[in-house]
């Protein structure tokens, strides 16, 4: 069974850092694309950071220069470094592991057949 599971959210001034981590077990970590999806308060899932299994990232212009995501293979972990923390980066952050394909423009933990999230870490940002 594919399991996934945040830790290291809370709540932050802005202009502050967090460090969010995503341990995996149940499949072939090394081989599969990862990612980090967030959910605002009223607002949409995002798909805003992966990561392939040779290493290439992609993420959105929002966050560029601002977070950095990473894996460990060996350890079985995807993590999301935070630095300079905005109020509009508050949301409900998701890791999410997929064979292929990281699915856009969904729910946050929806259905998706081979797709698999974590529960999910609060990230709060006050001004």
């Known amino acids: 069974e594919v399991q996934l599971a945040e830790s290291g959210g809370g709540s932050v001034q802005a202009g502050g850092s967090l460090r969010l981590s995503c341990t995996a077990s149940g499949f072939a970590f090394e081989t599969w694309k990862l990612g980090w999806y967030r959910q605002p308060p009223g607002g949409e899932c995002e798909l805003f950071a992966q990561?392939?299994?040779?290493?290439?990232?992609w993420d959105l212009t929002s966050v560029r220069g601002r977070f950095t995501i990473s894996r460990d293979n060996a350890a079985k972990k995807l993590f999301l470094q935070m630095d300079r923390l905005k109020p509009q980066d508050t949301a409900v952050y998701y890791c999410?592991?997929?064979?292929?394909?990281?699915?856009?423009?969904?729910?946050?933990?929806?259905?998706?057949?081979?797709?698999?999230w974590g529960q999910g870490t609060q990230v709060t940002v006050s001004s």
């Open positions: 990561i392939d299994r040779r290493g290439d990232i």
């Open positions: 999410a592991a997929a064979p292929v394909v990281l699915t856009t423009d969904v729910p946050c933990r929806g259905d998706l057949g081979s797709q698999s």
